[in-house]
Nanobody, 124 residues
Framework: QVQLVESGGGLVQAGGSLRLSCAASGRTLSPYVMGWFRQAPGTEREFVGGIKWSLGTTSYADSVKGRFTISRDNAKNTVYLQMNTLRPEDTAVYYC?????????????????WGRGTQVTVSS
């Protein structure tokens, strides 16, 4: 079992920044891919980006490429989502997920473990 807890959400003006954290516990994360997803009201949960823990390689959705950055801290067993130049359309609940994958997948069902999410609201 992997337990995931997100934090760092909040209200920010358009153009601002936020950094989300996802603290993981329960297993060593080296075999895992950590994904960030988001879900706005009335929409399906969508892939934001992911990081392969062992290699540190990342992948992003086109909608956030160049604005969002994912990183991880091995010592703290924590993955981060740095969000810059935020837009109102980035408003959503953001979820952290973990999956024992060989590569970063944009598919929800590929991930076995999920956090409860943290709300991000971007005002115009």
């Amino acid at each position: 079992q992997v337990q995931l807890v997100e934090s760092g959400g909040g209200l920010v003006q358009a153009g601002g920044s936020l950094r989300l954290s996802c603290a993981a516990s329960g297993r060593t994360l080296s075999p895992y891919v950590m994904g960030w997803f988001r879900q706005a009201p009335g929409t399906e949960r969508e892939f934001v980006g992911g990081i392969k823990w062992s290699l540190g390689t990342t992948s992003y959705a086109d909608s956030v490429k160049g604005r969002f950055t994912i990183s991880r801290d091995n010592a703290k067993n924590t993955v981060y989502l740095q969000m810059n130049t935020l837009r109102p359309e980035d408003t959503a609940v953001y979820y952290c997920a973990a999956g024992r994958l060989t590569g970063i997948s944009p598919t929800n069902s590929a991930y076995n473990y999920w956090g409860r999410g943290t709300q991000v609201t971007v005002s115009s």
